[in-house]
């Protein structure tokens, strides 16, 4: 195309400034634009499993199974006891060791043990215990409980959340879960 | 759409800014050799993009950041080719400023008007090999550790040297600070800088166009395209080129090693990233007071002579022929680095010991990564190998056995010791003598059996025994000589008499151990629970019984510790 004489030659010169041919200006924007979209793909699929790894994979977990809370005899007729459950935890890269992980209300009535989640299903403050009304009071918004976790008052959308409870050879042991607060069900986190 | 453009023209001008990008004119026509600009371009983008990614999961700090990296490598989704990539293309972006600088360099591309292009473009050299020598230590395993040290103290060996290591590094050792100042300078300082220059840069290539080949005017008018569609095509060819490279090297590398974690008091034998490694054979020759020659004088001079190629080459035209003086210089320098890479690898690949210790430190490495998927306690640093169920057996052992028992060389010697309990060696020595102090010498009670002298019991006869009462102590234990062993069977029952005092059926009771998988976990386990049992050591028994002290769980590791003595080829 560089060949012939010098008419053409002006010509051309002409034509390299304007747009250049048309059909191959178009095919070069789409290689141009294919090629973009897969080098950008190389990252950004990967990329994109890499930062969403959270909703599909646990990443802070702790007191899987039951954790011994405290000997039966602690337990008292009537007088709900509050205990800080401890486990192993791990946290992503992180194991920490008899770490903390929430604390439960154990409560014995007609002799049975029975054991609450200390978190409010309400939005999620810790409840405390009134002795003189005898009932379950949550600091943050006034949600109330009875003595059996039932709501009694208040904001809450439904009862305390109780978990399970294992009594054998005069030690207590609960089974420790968080769940979803704001919710009328019960639902594990 | 036209509506949506011209709107965004009338407010943000977006036409003329796409103009500017895509109209400027290539005299002679779009090139090949003019694309390795705009792909180094992609790289430190991609770099960025990447380093951004790894930040979301990495903790900069000494307990944490080997945790978080190996955590982000092997646990998150697609981490460790996210890791890989960023690894391999610090490589390739070394490349690539390599060869974009030799291009330059052969057009001269750098003369009037465009010294400051050259100048720009070399400046940033320094910040691509600062995020090198960063990032390098910010897994906190061992070889970024080690590299580390060895990159500090030459700047620190250096005259003036001392104040500015103690400031780089946050003190006087590698430390958290060090950790937090390196990754400071690696995601916040040098990108800045980086893009600073580059900025720079491109206005100024923008400025004064592509150096065009040596050709009649003419030819230069008449063959002249656009940056946009032609070059830029000419580009993200390259650039797929380059990307496809990474992904195959990431991929038959399995992305970026990680060694164990950094380990102070360890010795790690650390050799810096490749492109480093004429700096690193320079420092095998300029030792001692001439180091500098090697970390100072000779970079210098290179940098130097670069730096000055715009006023050294004098020549009339661009012709490479007339440079002569220019091309040489670059030649000898290629030449050089080329000749160090090659004999930094070349001394690496004779030196066996080096080979060895690489292959240890590849599979400790790998150890840590397998102990750590379990969590690594927040201690950090080399806590991930307390994971590491021998770990935690020694620990018991130091604090339960250690006061009467012996393994590896520290313990008491009040009880037999441990240490390779009963290979062949430790059966033997038990025969000859079993009142050592090795033995039952230190006890109160076993003095029972008799020593064998080689007068009484010859080698010949000892060596079938030995190999009998192997045969019979446990499973597992390797491979047994059966001819030998069945020679010793006979000698037990007939020759020596052992069987006087040892049973050799499970449960059978006589005045000595039951012999039978004697060496084994469950033996190990019954005789720290309890070892008066008939079967066992009986009346004699001296050693406490710990079924009450320790859990199951912990007697059962223990005798694990115990159990694996007995195959355990030297040391431990």
Known sequence: ????????????????????????????????????????????????????????HATVTGANGFVPVGKSTSFKEGQPLKVDVFADKRDAWNRILQVKVGSVWIIRKGGKLRAFSSVCPHLGCAFDYEPEVKEFKCPCHNAFYTIDGQVAGGPAPRPMDELELEEKDGKVAVHYQRFRTGTATKEVV | MKALVDWLDDRASIRAVWSWFADQELPGGA????????????????????????????????????????????????GWFLRGLHHHGSSAVVVLTVLHILQTALAGAYRKPRE?????????????????????????????????????????????????????????ECGNLTLTRFFTLHVFVLPIALFGLLAVHIALVKKHGVTPPELPKAELELKKQRYFPSQLFWDVLLMALTSCVLVMLTFSTHGATLYAPAQPASNFQARPEWYFLPLFQLLKYFEGPTQFIGTAVIPGALAAFLAGLPWIDRAQSRKMGERMPVVAGLAV??????????????????????????????????RARELAKAGVLPQGGDAVFENDPQVAARRLFKDSCENCHTLDDSGGEEAPNLTQFKDREWLSAVIRNPHDKRFFGGTKTHKEMEPYAAKDLPDAKLKPLVEYLYSIQGDGLG??????????????????????????????????????????????????????????????????????KLSDDDISKLAELIASQTTNKGGS
Request: proline share 5%; aromatic share 8%; hydrophobic share 45%.
């Open chain 1, 1 to 56: 195309m560089a060949s012939g004489d010098e008419k053409d030659r002006g010509n051309l010169v002409a034509r390299s400034v304007a747009p250049e041919d048309s059909r191959r200006h178009f095919l070069k924007t789409v290689g141009i634009g294919g090629i973009g979209v897969g080098l950008a793909a190389v990252v950004a699929a990967p990329a994109a499993a890499y930062v969403t790894y959270p909703l599909g």
């Open chain 2, 31 to 78: 090139r090949l050799r003019y694309s390795f600009g705009s792909v180094l371009v992609f790289l430190v983008v991609q770099q960025a993009v990447l380093g951004i990614l790894l930040a979301s999961y990495y903790s900069p700090s000494a307990t944490d950041a080997w945790a978080s990296v190996e955590y982000l490598n092997d646990q998150v989704t697609a």
């Open chain 2, 116 to 172: 400051l292009n050259w100048l720009s473009g070399l400046v940033m050299a320094a910040p691509v090999l600062g995020f090198a020598l960063t990032g390098y230590l910010l897994p906190w395993d061992q070889k970024g550790y080690w590299a580390t040290q060895v990159a500090t103290s030459i700047l620190g060996s250096m005259p003036g040297g001392a104040p500015l290591r103690v400031l780089l590094q946050g003190g006087t």
């Open chain 2, 333 to 366: 320098i290629m030449s050089g680095i080329i000749v160090l890479i090659t004999m930094a690898l070349h001394d690496d690949a004779k030196d066996l010991k080096y080979q060895k210790a690489v292959i240890a430190q590849v599979h400790e490495g790998m």
């Open chain 2, 479 to 548: 491979p047994v000589d059966a001819v030998l062993a069945a020679q010793g069977q006979k000698l037990f029952a007939d020759d020596v008499d052992c069987n006087t005092c040892h049973e050799v059926k499970p449960g059978e009771t006589s005045d000595g151990p039951n012999l039978f998988h004697a060496a084994s976990k469950e033996w190990i386990a019954r005789v720290i629970r309890d070892s008066s049992a008939p079967d066992l050591f009986g009346k004699v028994a001296s050693m406490p019984s710990f079924k009450r």
